[in-house]
């Protein structure tokens, strides 16, 4: 099942389900997080609350999609009444070829093996414990609240303080906490987790800032989507036409870490475990093309496409213009 939010340009929002070419209308909530929260509190599935909410009343996805319709596309999940209790986060280095091109920036500092390739490593050796043990903990970054979050279609941006602004296509967890704190797996989107490559490449102590940026997710959201091996395809258009291209992998066969490994170390800290709060956490990237040196620039399309996950995620690039401003903290 796949699901998806919109809003109408002159106000108000609702909930649907994806069939092919058109979007069923949930009735009793206008987010996918309200109808987790009925299916939290009365203790039923997602699944059985949404396939009891759904109307006769359709849309044309078609046309949503291609932005020929006063309904526009939503990010594929949200905290509507508070995005500061959504909590946007990632992993790093769970796929080889992350862990390979994370390596290719930072060798050149280094005559032995990098950081990079030793929290990749450690993680192919204690990544995938057995049921009901601890292993490795992964790299972990913040992304920011859910102000950060943007939706098909929307630009990513690449703030004047940034150096630059690429793709990271991948798949991200969505998570509801409920009442007694227990974190519950929503679904999974794709999406475009965006970072700024060459402010890290610096120096790799520069991946926390980097990681400061305007992502987005969607168009749909899955519940219960295959995970086990996930294919998918990352490209670049400039001015209409193809300019890089490349297919991508994801899922528990091609990361180093097990999915319950990574949720584990995500939701062990209690102020991750807060009843009500909404997380979404990427789980990494198998490719990007700044690492085969492509460097974007402003109105460039990205787009990331997981089988199985509905249709691509388009985002295009918005470079913000340069500006000096001192953001000074002032005596109160």
């Known amino acids: 099942m796949r699901l998806i939010q919109i809003r109408h340009v002159h106000g108000g929002r609702r909930a649907g389900v994806v069939s092919d070419g058109s979007i069923a209308l949930l009735r009793g909530g206008e987010s996918i997080y309200a109808f987790a929260q009925v299916a939290l509190n009365g203790r039923a599935s997602l699944r059985a609350v949404v396939e009891g909410a759904v109307t006769q009343e359709t849309l044309d996805y078609d046309a949503i999609y291609a932005g020929a319709s006063d309904w526009r596309i939503l990010p594929a999940v949200d905290h509507p009444a508070e995005p500061a209790r959504c909590l946007v986060s990632g992993t790093g280095l769970t796929h080889l070829a992350s862990a390979k091109n994370r390596d290719a920036m930072h060798a050149a500092l280094a005559e032995t093996l990098t950081d990079s390739m030793r929290m990749y490593q450690l993680g192919v050796e204690c990544g995938r414990p057995a049921p009901g043990q601890i ?82 997710i969607g168009p749909e959201l899955v519940l219960d989507p295959e995970f086990g091996s996930v294919s998918g395809e990352v490209s670049i258009e400039r001015d209409g036409a193809a300019l890089w291209r490349k297919a991508i992998h994801s899922g528990d066969a091609a990361m180093s870490h097990s999915l319950a490994n990574l949720e584990h170390h995500h939701f062990k800290h209690p102020a991750h475990r807060r009843p009500g709060d909404l997380h979404v956490h990427f789980f990494g990237a198998g490719a990007f093309s700044f690492g085969e040196g492509v460097t974007l620039q402003d109105g460039d399309v990205m787009q990331v496409q997981f089988d199985g996950f509905g249709r691509a995620l388009r985002n295009p690039l918005r470079v913000a213009a340069a500006c000096k401003t001192v953001f000074a903290a002032l005596p109160l």
């Open 135 to 216: 292993g490795a903990a992964p790299e972990w970054f913040y992304k920011g609240s859910g102000m950060v979050l943007r939706a098909h279609g929307e630009p990513l941006d690449v703030p004047p303080h940034a150096e630059d602004g690429g793709e990271e296509p991948e798949i991200a967890g969505i998570y509801a906490v409920d009442s007694k704190g227990l974190p519950r797996r929503i679904g999974m989107a794709q999406g475009n987790e965006f970072s700024d490559h060459k402010f890290e490449k610096r120096n790799y102590l520069n991946l926390a800032a980097s990681k400061l940026m305007t992502c987005a």
